[in-house]
């Protein structure tokens, strides 16, 4: 399982994430699965860190691994998450990637919030009748 | 007895999932005679693979006997069958033809694992991607099919362990296989599960009605479609919808195509507009089929294939 490799820089109090294996091999980071122990390193530095820099150097990433990575994120946090997430190293085919998966994830973050709107605040709860 | 018939081919896997039934009803001892047997395509040999090992799960015993000693030899050096599998030589020396890598893939953690391992072997069977994989580390932006071979393999992977192995399916198998061949720059990919199908993870899902197995895997191949895709009030959305719709086109951009069977049907290019669809004998969970083609495969543009689907190309996103 890869584990995220984790950097803080005082001077710009950001934090930083390797997104990637530190075996040396050429490696495509595919499954949901290899995506879960990152995305748990990120949400714990943004719990501390201003702006988090996810470094992708060395590595390819599927649309599925990019959007168990930031979906659940950016689903909680909608366009706030992309002022406090920055991404470097990126192959030309990771920047694909990430467009699509954060766009469409935004979408659905504004399809969310006005699902939730739609239900008033004070909206009265009836009980349903006893049954005979 | 089973007789397998000397090719097992992806084209006809109708006849091989007629096989595969018939191993399934045939009484106890199961004997496979693969005495004819000169040609094994993935899907085929995966769906093969993946029947004789839902019969050793269930306690029954199976043999494959008379196989070409090139063949036995082969199959055992492969990791996709379980060690209890009695395989039997027969007299022939020579007969099977091909390469096959193939693996079993045992779980999730697994998985990514297995998806780079069979992508590296056969990208290093292509003479002019060799150096481009050894290079790999240190220029990420070299178009080489490794990358596109291990996000197929991934994403498929991912696809047969989240949803085949649900609803109650866990001990699914789930076998990948690849070939390479060079007269024809093809390469042919197949990841093959026995669990639960495209249809019944759909079930129970108000918002998508689907009501048979081939309305089932075209629905998967949708864009933004997903079985665990729910953006509810209060739930949190799982997946995106879109892992086999990229794999399709990744493979139509290299002029190849994708074959798909999940219970009684066989579509090909699902949601695509040449998509052909066919009624198979009962298979129980997915199987799929990927070709691919050289050159076309070392021009396919990531770029181009998502920005199909990107409802924000402009959103300003920080790449440093």
Known sequence: ?132 | MVELPPLLLTANIAGVLKICVQIDETADPVICDASRLIVAEPMALCALVVTLSRMQRVGRSVKVVGLSRQFKQHLESLDILTASLHLAEGDRNTGYQETLHAYRVKNEQHGNEVGNKIATEIAALIPSQQLAISALEALPKINSVFYPLAYIFTELIDNALRHGRGRGFNNASVCLCAQYHPPRGLIRLAVVDDGCGFLATFQGRGDIQVKSHAEAIRTGFRPFTSSKRDVGLFSDAQHQGLGLTICRDLALRSEGNVAVVSGNSWITNPEAHDEKSRLTPFWRGAALSVELRLPALNTVNFFEITSRYNPDPDLPIRFI
């Open chain 1, 1 to 132: 399982m890869p584990k995220p490799q984790i950097g803080t820089s005082r001077k710009t109090m950001s934090c930083s994430l390797a997104i990637g294996l530190d075996t040396g091999a050429a490696n495509v980071l595919g499954t949901r699965y290899s995506a879960i122990d990152f995305r748990e390193s990120i949400e714990r530095q943004l719990e501390s860190c201003p702006s988090v820099e996810l470094n992708f150097a060395g590595v390819f990433v599927t649309q599925s691994f990019v959007d168990e990575l930031l979906g659940p994120l950016i689903l909680r946090m909608g366009a706030s998450a992309l002022e406090r997430l920055a991404f470097s190293g990126c192959s030309d085919e990771a920047k694909a990637i990430l467009r699509l998966v954060i766009a469409a994830r935004l979408r659905d973050h504004s399809a969310r919030q006005e699902s939730r709107a739609a239900v008033p605040v004070n909206c009265v709860y009836y009980p349903l009748p006893e049954s005979p």
